[in-house]
């Protein structure tokens, strides 16, 4: 299934999460095998779907501590 047709945003946001406070702070790679739609058509809505999810910002200077 493509990106945001198996699994919701939560846990693509959770999962995203998670790599940030272990430290990784690279590349997102998909795997794209979905028979329903096309190489394209399942790219473009994976980048749609992922824009929401994705940090694209450094995380903050801890100030609090």
Do not use: T
Not at 16 to 29: P, V
């Amino acid at each position: 299934m493509a990106v945001g047709y198996g699994h919701g945003a939560e846990v693509w946001k959770e999962m995203i999460s998670e790599l940030r406070l272990a430290g990784y702070d690279w590349a997102l790679s998909i795997e794209h095998e979905d028979s329903l739609m096309s190489i394209d058509e399942g790219l473009k809505k994976a980048v749609a779907f992922l824009k929401d999810a994705v940090i694209s910002e450094p995380p903050p200077k801890v100030w609090w501590a």
